[in-house]
């Protein structure tokens, strides 16, 4: 938790050009786009079992719910954004192990699949002749948090409009990995050569297949050789590289980018912290290059 509050600061202090908003939180009715209805009444309800808070690894509490809805508001919003300016962020988001139906892995609410459905919606409302019927707002997740998106990827596994593409350690949890449209599996202790070249590779899969409309970037920083969690020896500098290679690949073919932070566990935390920053320092770069002339009453 500690991470966020670090994070906002040295934001609003570093890069004082990144504009800082408070995103309202999602209702039950966006969160219910994509997850049972019955769950997340039991998260708002405090109907959860011992075994369902178990498994998102804290106990419920009216702060948890907050948070969950808080967070799913800001990717929304990051999503809505982006779509009209080009770049924009959620500074916390990337909750990618929760299913529809239950939460896990610290995550009660899938944030990126309740933005996602959310914006399609959105956009099919306010759009008809550009995003009707006929043609639904497609989105890319480029999911490079070290643990695999395996809630999203349930989520979005029979929906062509939503491409998920999720490179993560092999021996990371979760144990049991579920289908990505593109997974890449890498081992312990990968280092940044061997990580930017399988990114490489995946990037041009990913454009064989898939032209989106948004992407969702998760930009973990758990892939750090730091960190406590993630089984993979990236350097920071490595993973700078790794996001220019991202934001490139986005700004070379004009697709808006919202990203978020997902995971992140290094000691010390000011590590983490700095991941984050990189990561919005490139944002920052890239954001001044993105000229979109997005008509926001379209
Ligand atoms: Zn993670």
Redesign the pocket.
């Known amino acids: 938790m500690e991470k966020y509050e670090l994070l906002r600061l040295r934001l609003a202090n570093e890069l004082p050009s990144c504009e800082l908003n408070l995103a309202p939180p999602v209702t039950s009715g966006q969160l219910a786009l994509a997850h049972d209805v019955e769950y997340v009444n039991a998260v708002f309800d405090g109907k959860l079992s011992q075994a369902q808070q178990r498994e998102i690894g804290f106990p419920w509490s009216h702060g948890m719910v907050d948070r969950a809805r808080g967070s799913s508001g800001a990717t929304l919003m990051a999503c809505r954004t982006a779509l009209k300016e080009g770049i924009s962020a959620n500074i916390a988001g990337g909750t990618h192990h929760a299913y529809k139906d239950r939460g896990g892995g610290f995550c009660v609410f899938n944030d990126s699949a309740v933005a996602i459905r959310s914006v399609q919606l959105e956009a099919q409302r306010s759009a008809p002749g550009k995003f009707g019927s006929a043609k639904v707002l497609k989105v890319g997740v480029i999911d490079l948090?070290?643990?695999q998106g395996n809630g999203t990827a349930k989520i979005f596994a029979s929906d062509s409009s939503v491409f998920t593409l999720s490179v993560h350690g092999a021996k990371n949890y979760p144990f049991r990995k579920e289908l990505s449209d593109l997974d890449i599996e890498l081992p312990d202790e990968c280092t940044d050569d061997q990580y930017l070249n399988a990114l490489e590779d995946a990037l041009q899969t990913f454009d064989a297949h898939f032209c989106p409309d948004l992407i969702i970037y998760l930009a973990?920083a758990?892939p750090y050789t730091g960190d406590r969690?993630?089984r993979l020896a990236l350097s920071m500098e490595g993973l700078q590289s790794r996001d220019k290679q991202v934001f490139e690949w986005a700004w070379q073919r004009g697709i808006p980018i919202a990203f978020s932070m997902?995971?992140g566990y290094s000691v010390p935390i000011d590590d983490t912290v700095q991941i984050n920053i990189n990561t919005f320092k490139i944002a920052a770069e890239y954001f001044s290059k993105y000229e979109f002339h997005f008509d926001s009453s379209a």
Request: proline share 0%.
């Open positions: 948090d070290v643990h973990g758990d969690l993630g997902a995971g």
